[in-house]
């Protein structure tokens, strides 16, 4: 099972503070963990909510706002995607980050079977012709 | 440049974590989907279970602390996310302006960040993180 592990902002990466050469470091070391162990499937950071923007859907209208975002405790700093046997091992391999006063939330990715019925087989096929497609495209190095 | 959306959908937070999709709803979404395909935008896609079945770790002071899901102070969660690559930040805006969203549901726009947005010290240290990427087959 896949999940996606999503680490929140905090007022040092909302203002575009980079950590410490020693915790990049760390954090290097722990990527390459994962990796040796096929945990990490991918991997970013993002850039602070104040050079993003967000589009509100509403009343049939749609609003954008541009960042930066208030409710920082919320907003996401980076993610990894992991595979996994269970929750319990995606958690172990968390409490090994190392992380110093960060939050991070751990959420299961669905997979087309979860979807059971309400998933016509057209629609399964296409999601898996989809996911395919977009291999190849970036195997072709397209951007 | 790539971009991240985020879908924020309102109540999320408070799904149950056998939340039902509604096959209407996924099936506009999925020709979404197509259409950020076809423009060859697409980079990666996906929804996430809802927080009810997740986890939090908080690091105080360095130590994990684990919590289950729901968490009753969130006031907004995130619900899937599109990977897109596109020239600028008004184009992201204007992909997710097209999305078929309900009502009181949220996009956010987050620019990803690249080995070139870092300088001295912190591109050494994250020099080998392009490779580690395309290693499992990460798209970019």
Redo the contacts between chains.
Sequence with gaps: MRFMVLVKADRQSEAGVMPSRELLEAMGRFNEQLVQAGVMLAGEGLQPSSKGARVRFSGGKKSVIDGPFAETKELVAGFWIWKVNSRDEAIEWLKRAPFEETEVEIRQVFEVEDFGGELTPEMREREERHRARAEELSKAGKH | M?F?M?MIPKGYETAPPDV??D?ER??AM?KY??SL?KA?V???L????P?S??????????K?K?MDGP?PE?????G??W?I?VRS?EE??AW??R?P?????????????ELA??SG??RE??A??PE??A??????
């Design positions: 790539r991240m985020l039902k999709l096959a996924v099936k999925m989907n197509e395909q060859g697409l980079l990666a996906d929804g996430l279970h927080p079945s997740g986890a939090r770790v908080s690091f105080a002071g360095g994990p684990v968490f969130a006031k907004e969660v995130v899937g996310y990977m690559q930040k992201a805006v997710a302006s999305c969203a309900s009502d009181d549901e949220t996009i956010e726009i987050r620019r990803v960040q947005d870092f010290d912190v240290a994250i080998g993180l580690m990427q290693g499992v087959g990460q798209k970019r």
